[in-house]
């Protein structure tokens, strides 16, 4: 490819430190690129992501793209719509991060070591949800703002931990600080919560091409898909009470030979503060259905009526 990419990005730390990985790949692969930053609603605004609106960190971002004034746009994959944009193209998602959430609290503390009444911020409903469902005594506060503003409450005295996704904190070179990763069994992460979505325009096809030769890892995609297949057929958006983990494994197919495989874990919180867990086990080109069954099994559980659930694999 002869011509610069322009890569947007948002402008925040970890925007910046997600795009510049990417741009050093296509770099290595013999690519020029320029990086732009694009100022979004969700960084110009304090209030709760669930009073803001889903794709707040990615509209502008990929109107941007759409329009031509950047050729590639990178965002965290959890902070993107559910519903397709047909301007775009999904060029690549790029190895996962660590997708855990993990904890930063005072005294080097775990969360089972925090006293009752101990205040944990977070502005995720997923993670408050859970937290709750620990049944640890902790107070979860909401809390906005970057890595930065976040861990700058726990060290100034004003809470005793916040939870934060161990990938931001990994991309910022700041995985010393985390005193306890939380494993999937204590709390599910985002859907697609340590991937990257890597887009450009549809018609872009040698951009689409370098992308995804350069960038694109199919394990990571397929994980992904799942995850936000299971988000999109509950009819949530990214601010949800829903966590989800997709997990590629080893099986035995029915002639015994190993095969990989897709198994998927999904929790959804009720209105009344219940958590609901589902799982199952599917085909790695079945990626979607997989995720739209696993969803169909959490309606049920809920007493929801679905329409036509997909088959479980």
């Known amino acids: 490819m002869n011509r610069t990419l322009r890569i947007g990005t948002r402008g925040s730390a970890l925007a910046l430190a997600q795009t510049g990985h990417v741009a050093d790949q296509l770099r290595a692969a013999g690519a020029n690129v320029e990086i732009v930053t694009i100022s979004t609603p969700g960084d110009r605004s304090h209030a709760p992501i669930a009073e803001i609106g889903i794709g707040v960190f990615t509209s502008a971002l990929r109107d941007a793209l759409a329009n031509g004034e950047i050729d590639v746009a990178v965002h965290s994959y959890k902070d993107l719509p559910t519903a397709r944009d047909p301007r775009l193209s999904l060029a690549a998602v790029p190895p996962r991060e660590d997708p855990r959430d993990a904890l930063v609290a005072r005294d080097n503390l775990t969360l089972g070591e925090l006293?009752?009444?101990?205040?944990?911020?977070?502005?995720?409903p997923r993670r408050a949800a859970q937290l709750d469902a620990l049944g640890l005594g902790i107070e979860v506060v909401p809390l906005r703002g970057n890595v930065d503003t976040r861990i700058r409450k726990v060290t100034d005295g004003e809470l005793d931990g916040v939870v934060l996704a161990r990938a931001g904190l990994a991309r910022l070179g700041r995985t010393a600080e985390i005193t306890e990763t939380l494993e999937p069994i204590q709390m599910l992460p985002a859907p697609a919560q340590g991937a990257l979505a890597v887009e450009c325009r549809v018609d872009d096809v040698d951009a689409e091409h370098l992308l995804?030769?350069?960038?694109?890892?199919?394990?990571?995609?397929?994980?992904?898909?799942?995850?936000?297949?299971?988000?999109?057929?509950?009819?949530?958006?990214?601010?949800?009470?829903v966590g989800a983990l997709a997990d590629v494994?080893?099986?035995?197919?029915?002639?015994g030979t190993v095969?990989?495989?897709?198994?998927?874990?999904?929790?959804?919180?009720?209105?009344?503060?219940?958590l609901l867990r589902a799982s199952a086990t599917g085909d790695l080109t079945a990626a979607e259905e997989l995720g739209r069954a696993l969803a169909a099994e959490l309606l049920d559980l809920s007493g929801h009526a679905t329409a036509s659930p997909a088959r479980r694999s």
């Open 212 to 241: 995804q030769s350069t960038l694109d890892d199919s394990a990571s995609r397929a994980a992904v898909a799942s995850e936000r297949a299971l988000l999109a057929a509950l009819e949530a958006g990214c601010s949800a009470p």
């Open 249 to 255: 494994v080893e099986d035995l197919s029915d002639e």
């Open 259 to 274: 095969v990989l495989r897709l198994s998927l874990r999904g929790v959804m919180a009720t209105e009344d503060g219940d």
């Open 115 to 124: 006293p009752q009444g101990a205040r944990v911020g977070t502005g995720s």
